[in-house]
């Protein structure tokens, strides 16, 4: 596998400056059905019958795939019309029409809800933007379908000087509940002499709200997010910015099975792989703007891979 650091450093910053708008509309807890009609047209998108035949009989059954995701611009995200858009509804789409599968796509509402939406068999899997790594794979089996780092925001122009996760110290540092980047600002606060005083927000609109509106002086989150964020401002208050060359942790972003499912699992994946390998998913990733964050190979559980910082 190539290096992701070189890859990241190469591309991603002037990659993700192309980004489409964000649209400001609210979390919406109704299931919404991908209809598919642009990646129906790509490569490799079409009816695979032997990878239908291989889903869960109850699957087969309903002929409904229940997805779980939340918004984290622009992986996910509602357009202007409240529709929900960005690359995991484009490859869900993509996966209904290979397996041949209305997909309903549920935004959850935040982060936090993710993981406890397949341990309670609400959803058969999650498509958002969520950090695989070795505790989360403890819990639920992890598709990693492509890469992501972490940096840190700040309001505009950086007044605090802040260049490293060691000038948080002391300072009010936002992030969202349960995720990956909380559990990274808590490592560092145990490093500080004067501890991170850590503001735990359920959602992360509300966590970027805070940094705007001076509750908090920074947040640490996903780079892709961070950069579409200070080129597409949202919110009252100052604008925010990213801090682009500091890329931590980078790893994947990975799709969430049960690990008592391992025919779902492994469909998704085999029709996945179909995507990488007809061309299809490079199209989805650079519609986004986000081709430097493709993955060449669709791997399960492979946090322990990627590079330690």
């Known amino acids: 596998m190539k290096n992701v650091q070189t890859i990241l450093k190469a591309g991603i910053a002037t990659a993700l400056v192309t980004l489409m708008a964000l649209s400001a ?32 009989a109850s699957i087969k059954a309903s002929g409904v795939l229940k997805v779980a995701t939340d918004l984290t611009p622009p992986i996910s995200f509602h357009d202007d019309d409240g529709k929900l858009v960005g690359i995991d509804a484009d490859i869900a789409a993509a996966l209904g029409v290979i397996l041949g599968l209305n997909v309903q796509m549920t935004d959850v509402g935040a982060g936090a809800a993710i993981v406890p939406a397949i341990l309670s068999k609400r959803f058969d899997m999650t498509i958002s933007g969520i950090n695989d790594d070795v505790e989360l794979e403890k819990q639920v089996d992890v598709i990693d379908y492509m890469y992501d780092a972490t940096t840190i925001m700040t309001i505009k122009d950086n007044p605090l000087g802040i260049k490293s996760m060691e000038d948080l110290c002391g300072k009010k540092v936002a992030v969202p509940v349960g995720t990956f980047q909380g559990k990274m600002v808590e490592a560092a606060s145990a490093k500080c002499k004067t501890p991170i005083d850590i503001m735990a927000i359920p959602k992360m609109p509300d966590v970027l709200q805070a940094v705007r509106t001076g509750r908090a002086d920074a947040t640490v989150n996903g780079y892709a997010t961070s950069v579409y964020t200070t080129e597409h401002q949202t919110g009252n208050g100052k604008g925010l910015q990213a801090l682009p060359e500091i890329r931590l942790a980078v790893g994947y972003l990975g799709m969430l099975i049960s690990k008592d499912n391992p025919e779902l699992r492994d469909t998704v994946v085999a029709a996945l792989q179909q995507m990488v390998d007809s061309g299809a998913y490079e199209t989805i990733m650079k519609k986004w703007s986000l081709g430097p964050l493709a993955v060449k190979s669709v791997k399960v559980n492979d946090a322990t891979s990627m590079p330690a910082e």
């Open 25 to 56: 509309h609210a979390a919406e807890s109704a299931a919404e059905k991908m209809e598919g009609v642009e990646v129906a047209k790509l490569p490799g998108v079409a009816l695979t019958q032997k990878l239908a035949n291989s889903l869960p």
